[in-house]
């Protein structure tokens, strides 16, 4: 398993980083200096070391030369709490692989890090095996534990949606997902990656968005060492990591139209040039855009390339917002609090009805993406065996839009009209029914003999 230096001055942010990447099987060690880190460095070596900008002995900046000097095979991340964009570029350039501004979420420093590891191990071949080989054969982006048990969901809007999955999935047709943010796009693409031919090959995802336009060519295409000042190393850019697997681009809007051009023409030719370099390398991969705006749009609007659209527009998925699988609401809600005990060590049972009504009537703007981060939040605040309602952000309690319909027959009144209004709605299929109603189908029946209610 991968060693990793974190090195961070805050105490408590930095201990608590080092107990979620060993629950997730990481060797970690920790420095709170710029010194302290130096000595680290020299006894052992690490795959990847997290440095914060600010230390109290020196700037990461600094310490990322000394490092790169004496370890240029560590993928070094640079943490800020500034967000700087020319400062996190200016360290890329100089070496760093990657940046991430603090607070972040702990899912995607995770992301970083398994990027980082698998940068270092292609950028380290064995000497009997030629990189093409490696690329090919050894190196593969496995999913996160996390996206292996996304709930699929029982509603209709989601069964529509594994429908379209499936049937793509086996093909080499692009796919464009499409959706708010937070409903779950990556889920989507790896759940095609994962029922497609290419499923033992990598599956790569990139952050369209992320990406400094000075070093979008290099991400994507790679570099050759002495390309541009800072070019320490060969770099493998997103394409080549990919190869014989699966290119999951998000938020594809984001891209400059001077990368549009580079990337269509990579797509149509499945060829690719690095940085500095003059020769093609052949890429053979499926490529999956997701965007949260409407491409046809920028395309009218002229934002975005009209032929990369349509060729990335092969196959289009639309994923729904949550307010519209209010079925799988409680499904989704108990997968993340099996998530959350899990990262959080904790063994919270289960949600109050109270919590479970907030729930219900919040309409959750932020989707999937809210409402895990809610109960995350609500787990690790809890202190009983079941979350109540004063763990809640305020805006989830106390809702005021519109609320969603609940077809629970918990405590309801009008028993009767709400089985025959739910019936109606599921067109007499009784066993979708008895789901909407949070009941089992003997019960159903029992209340159907009851009401004297036929079919």
Partial sequence: MAQILIVEDDVAFCTMLKTFLQKKGYHIKTAFSGKEATETIAKDSFDVILIDVRLPDCDGISLLDEILSKRNDTAVIIMTGYAEINMAVNAIKQGAFDYVSKPFNPDAILQTIEKAIENTQISKPPLNKSLDNLVSHNVVAKPTTEKSCFVKGISDASKKLNEYVSLVAPTTMSVLIMGESGTGKEYVACSIHRASKRNSQPFIAVDCGAIPKELASSEFFGHIKGSFTGAVNDKVGHFEAANGGTLFLDEIGNLSYELQVQLLRALQERKIKPVGSNTEIEVDIRVIAATNEDLSNAVKKEGFREDLFHRLNEF????????????????????????SNQELDKEVLGFSEDVLNAFKHYTWPGNLRELKNTVKRAVLLCQKEM?????????????????????????????????LDTLEKTKGNKAKAARLLAIDRKTLYNKLKQYNIRL
């Fill in 316 to 339: 289009s998925i639309t994923v729904p917002a949550l307010k519209n699988r209010v079925e799988d609401l409680l499904l989704f809600a108990n997968q993340f609090l099996e998530q």
């Fill in 387 to 419: 979350i109540s309602l004063d763990l809640l952000p305020n805006e989830v309690v106390n809702a005021t839009q519109e609320p969603i319909r609940s077809y629970s027959l918990f405590k309801n009144e009008n028993e009767q009209e709400l089985i």
